[in-house]
């Protein structure tokens, strides 16, 4: 399988704490994306990270890319029961390939 | 901006009966792409149109056929069903080359029975 692999498959945490995903893959890439899908709905992109970036922000997410070890984390700070969902990464090297997910449940 | 549609929603089909989906998106993208998404396997990329008037085949293309029909829209064909085509079927469009982020459709359900 081309696929990456997020870390962990499932994670629950309390409101306010911080969630870290991690995303793991095998080729060179020209970029990489992450997404978010509630229950039953479709993909919509959070951020992307280019191949010669190291870090990224975007509002309470931070995302950082390891292109030696073959290797993304997202952190999603202070935590939202809105947040709850799952959450994929999306590796671009001519096509796209995404990763499995992270089901993030985020408890009230 | 309705952004990517997606038709139907839902379907129930027998083994060995054919179908078309449609997806539509008004985004103006050169790119749209099929993907499937079953428990435990994230999204696979069926097949894909780098822009209008060729498609190429993704990771999981076998039983299924596409057709750029022009810029807005890009259909998936199943021919004959099978029980291994029960997924849920997500549209998506891009504008490569440009900003990249992939759009969704909120999918199609599908049961082959």
């Known amino acids: 399988s081309q696929q990456g692999e997020e870390d962990p498959q499932a994670l629950s945490i309390q409101e306010g704490e911080n969630a870290t995903m991690n995303c793991s893959y095998k080729?060179?890439?020209?970029?990489l994306q992450w997404y978010r899908q509630n229950s039953g709905r479709g993909l919509v992109h959070l951020i992307l990270?280019?191949?010669?970036?190291r870090e990224k922000h975007s509002g309470r997410l931070r995302v950082t890319l390891d292109t030696s070890k073959k290797s993304s984390s997202l952190l999603i700070t202070a935590s939202r029961a809105a947040d709850t969902a799952s959450y994929f990464c999306?590796?671009?090297?001519?096509?796209?390939?995404f990763g499995t997910g992270t089901s993030l449940t985020v408890i009230p | 901006n309705a952004g990517v549609t997606q038709t139907p929603k839902f379907q129930v089909l027998k083994t060995g009966q054919s179908m078309t989906l449609q997806c539509a998106q008004d985004?103006?993208?050169?790119?749209m792409y099929w993907y499937r998404q079953d428990p435990g396997m994230g999204l696979r990329l069926i097949y894909y149109?780098?822009?209008?008037?060729?498609?190429d085949k993704g990771e999981v293309p076998n039983g299924y056929n596409v057709s750029r029909l022009n810029k807005r829209e890009f259909s998936l064909r199943l021919e004959s069903a099978a029980p291994s085509q029960t997924s849920v079927y997500f549209c998506?469009?891009?504008?490569?080359?440009?900003?990249?982020?992939?759009?969704f459709g909120s999918g199609t359900q599908l049961s082959v029975l």
């Open positions: 149109s780098a822009s209008e008037g060729t498609t």
């Open positions: 080729t060179s890439i020209n970029n």
């Open positions: 999306a590796t671009d090297r001519n096509q796209f390939y």
């Open positions: 990270i280019r191949s010669n970036e």
């Open positions: 998506a469009s891009n504008n490569r080359g440009g900003d990249e982020k992939l759009f």
């Open positions: 985004m103006n993208h050169n790119s």
